[in-house]
Structures are given as C-alpha cells and as structure tokens.
C-alpha cells in the first residue's frame, strides 16, 4: 500500500492514536508519513490542531 509518490498524512481523532493503534502501526509502516501531532488530545482547542497540519508541497516533476 506504500508508494514513493504518495505522502500519507495521519490524522488522529479525539485522544489521539496510542502505539497499539491501527494508525500509529501505519505511521510506522509507511516511510513518506506524517502526523498532525495536537499538544493536548483530551481537550483539543480546534485553532492548535489546525495550526499544526504540515503545508502542502507540490509534487516534483518526475524526469
């Protein structure tokens, strides 16, 4: 299910994703993964974990 091309972007819930979660397992698995990390998953304030997703970066044009 990996691909070069592709970036995986994990976005775990309310509590977050502990190690034993399918998510982490595919964070892990998967090498071109990211994670939207929040400073506190039991109360979330909705403008820090927008704060924190990773910029969009356009593809390379493959040569």
Known sequence: MHSE???????????????????????????????????DWVTPRREDWVARWPRPSRPTARR
């Open 5 to 39: 091309l592709i970036r995986y972007l994990i976005v775990p819930g309310w509590q977050g994703s502990p190690d034993n979660h399918w998510q982490s397992h595919w964070q892990h698995s998967l090498p071109n993964s990211a994670r939207v990390e929040q400073a």
